[in-house]
Structure formats: structure tokens, C-alpha cells
T-cell receptor
Framework: KAGVTQTPRYLIKTRGQQVTLSCSPI?????VSWYQQTPGQGLQFLFE???????NKGNFPGRFSGRQFSNSRSEMNVSTLELGDSALYLCASSAGLAGGWADTQYFGPGTRLTVL | AQSVTQLDSQVPVFEEAPVELRCNYS??????LFWYVQYPNQGLQLLLKYLSGSTLVKGINGFEAEFNKSQTSFHLRKPSVHISDTAEYFC????????????FGAGTILRVKS
């Protein structure tokens, strides 16, 4: 099976712009989670989507949003980019078993976003 | 809110020596615990997880971890490390009932020297 893919792998934007990142989960997986990784704050949970519905949300401002499509592919959007949004954005997919409470999450390689 | 503390930011060790990477989490009713490894410029790979049952969990690449509820710890161990184990290791916890929302520790960089 192909792993989790994320596009693009690298992205450079300027302050004030918006950006959309894409994640294709492992075939058959129904849950997609997004994480932000920075040197200062570490790995932080953004949100999780399961069957096109947001199931969990982290403590990020409303500029960060996401969605999931019927084929389980997910996108996250960041509007009005700030310098502090520079980070590695990781997507993880899991099968989405009953309740999803014990899923193993498989991570993609990430999208490196640089905001200038 | 759940939190995870990885007590060492860097651990240098010689090849073939044993290693222990420490992880403590804030107490909760019941949690799931995970260790992930991240190699440079890559995503995270699951090493092992504790869901319930036996407190000694065996994972990939010869790693194991022991869940200690009374000390709220989940330390990772390997009896003999290799150069290829050089990477950053993350401990993570999720509260039962919160799906796949993982809370990560700050990470421990394991440097294996020859």
C-alpha cells in the first residue's frame, strides 16, 4: 500500500497570503489528522477529520481550517499568513476504527512552509 | 489538559551500549501512550504503543517500553543501539475518548557514536 502523501513538499509564501496544503491518506483510511511542528513549540495537534466531519480540534486560531472530502483526502488552509506560521505541517492517517480511540496513525513526510 | 515531559533533550551514547529515553505524562483516568521516531527530513514512524494489558510493550527495531501507572512514566529502552538509531524520538499520549488527538513531548535527540 502506498503511504500517506502530502503536497507540496515545500512552499514559500509571504505574510498576508493564504495557503492550502493537501494530504492523501493510506487507501481505506477514514481519519486524517494535522499537526504543526516548529522548533519552539514542538509538535502540536491542529485538527482531525473523520468521515468528512471535524472530530477533534486543537488550540489554533480560526485562520487555520481544514476539510475532508468523500474520498478521505484532506486539505488544510491557513489564511492571512504570519511569520510564526513557518513550520513543518504533518498529516497522519488512520483506519478510523470503532471510536478511533486506539488507532495507529501513519504520518506523511510533511509540507515545509516558509513565510517571508 | 494532558501534557508530556521528555526529561532529556539530547542523549549521547556509544554504539552497542544500552539506552533509556525517559517520558512522563500528566495523570489522567486512562490514556494511550506512544513512542514515535523521526529521521531527518521525514515524518514520524510509530515505534510502539501501549493501549492496555501487559505493561511491557515491545516495538520495532528492538525497542521496548514499560508503562508505570504509579509513576506516570513510559520510558523507552533498547539494550544495544546502532548508528542507524540516531534520530529524534517523541513520546505521545492521547486521552481515551479524544480520538486521535495526540499530545507530544518536546522530543529527545538520540546521538549514537562509534
Amino acid at each position: 500500500k502506498a503511504g500517506v502523501t502530502q503536497t507540496p513538499r515545500y512552499l514559500i509564501k509571504t505574510r498576508g497570503q493564504q495557503v492550502t496544503l493537501s494530504c492523501s491518506p493510506i487507501s481505506g483510511h477514514r481519519s486524517v489528522s494535522w499537526y504543526q511542528q516548529t522548533p519552539g513549540q514542538g509538535l502540536q495537534f491542529l485538527f482531525e477529520y473523520f468521515s468528512e466531519t471535524q472530530r477533534n480540534k486543537g488550540n489554533f486560531p480560526g485562520r487555520f481550517s481544514g476539510r475532508q472530502f468523500s474520498n478521505s483526502r484532506s486539505e488544510m488552509n491557513v489564511s492571512t499568513l504570519e511569520l510564526g506560521d513557518s513550520a513543518l505541517y504533518l498529516c497522519a492517517s488512520s483506519a478510523g476504527l470503532a471510536g478511533g480511540w486506539a488507532d495507529t496513525q501513519y504520518f506523511g513526510p510533511g509540507t515545509r512552509l516558509t513565510v517571508l | 489538559a494532558q501534557s508530556v515531559t521528555q526529561l532529556d533533550s539530547q542523549v549521547p551514547v556509544f554504539e552497542e551500549a544500552p539506552v533509556e529515553l525517559r517520558c512522563n505524562y500528566s495523570s489522567s483516568v486512562s490514556v494511550y501512550l506512544f513512542w514515535y521516531v523521526q529521521y531527518p527530513n521525514q515524518g514520524l514512524q510509530l515505534l510502539l504503543k501501549y493501549l492496555s494489558g501487559s505493561t511491557l510493550v515491545k516495538g520495532i527495531n528492538g525497542f521496548e517500553a514499560e508503562f508505570n501507572k504509579s509513576q506516570t512514566s513510559f520510558h523507552l529502552r533498547k539494550p544495544s543501539v546502532h548508528i542507524s538509531d540516531t534520530a529524534e524520538y517523541f513520546c505521545a499520549v492521547s486521552d481515551r475518548g479524544y480520538g486521535n488527538k495526540l499530545v507530544f513531548g518536546a522530543g529527545t535527540i538520540l546521538r549514537v557514536k562509534s
